[in-house]
């Protein structure tokens, strides 16, 4: 039973939830726009915006907001929207979009400049009506703008307004919140793993989202480059979910992943190691004598390492000897420090009585 300890009191406004769980929203926004990336285009971590995606001729600008309450043309949020695109615009000479993308619903401005429509809802519209347009722009000039972006409000064909300012910008609201994303990522990753030449198990390729999660937050945090490709993501999905063959008998023999819901080895079993050419005479040596050795010092034992050189079958060894005795395999192949504690840790949590 746990003890009941009432939480120390505190004042709201210097609690850091909303903040954290900002920031957790941004994250898994980056990685479903990580996993959709197309070929030729990388995803830039807090480089322009909360993140880009970026190609030799293109840009899109992305700012993520997770709050409540309503996102109207006359609030700061979307002035600071509007400077932003204009400021990348006029930085880059690749084309540029840029989406406000929040939780937030739209709202009505004060004044209703509209005659009784919200802001955004009109600005849509001016994407092809051409009075929409004229209103929205007529709106704009009186607004706390850059002033280049008010002369070219004045000055250019509306044409032109709608073209470089309206087309370009994107008005995101009532974005699904976290819990959604995070199916939306868990869809992707069963899709990836269903178009494998082996296809990967769902429960299998669904646990890589956390691991995608930790590389969007540290890439994020480094100096730079703070990006992503999607051939990074490739790799990442094959690592965190393919058993790898040891060099001596790579090219002989494909590791299956077994879905079964005990996770239990079936290192041996019929079915296990497939064929894929010439003969697997040297992969199925059982050598008993050594496997029974190895058994016997880790039943004795809290911790045995097997040490050898590249390609001498410490990870078919290690997976004969735990065939027997309701073994778990951790597959540590390619991973850092971090990496390991944190499988280490879950595999504590799941084994644990």
Known sequence: MEPSVPHPEGQEERQATGTHGGIVYQAWQAVYAWLRLSRGEVLFLEHAEDFDVASEDSVEGTQVKRKEGELSLGREAARDAITNYWQLRTDEDRTVKYRHLTTESRGFEQGDPFDGRKGLDVWDDARNRGEALRVIVDYLKDQD?????IAFLESEPIERVRNELILPIHWDTQASGG???????????????QRQRKPVPPRISKQVASSLFTKVTEESAEESPRRLTFADFADLFERETMERVPGGTRGAANVYRSDSTQASLQTGAPGFLEL????????????????QRVRERADSLPLSALVGSSGMGKSTLAMLSAEEGGWYLINFQGKDSGQIQRLLNQATLRLSP
């Not at 703008?145 to 972006?149: M, S, V």
């Not at 819990?179 to 793993?193: A, S």
């Open 145 to 149: 703008l850059p002033k280049d972006l």
């Open 276 to 291: 894929v050419e010439g003969t697997l005479l040297s992969a199925v040596v059982p050598r008993t004598n050594l496997v």
């Open 179 to 193: 819990e959604k994303i995070k199916e939306l990522v868990d869809e992707h990753l069963i899709e990836h793993g």
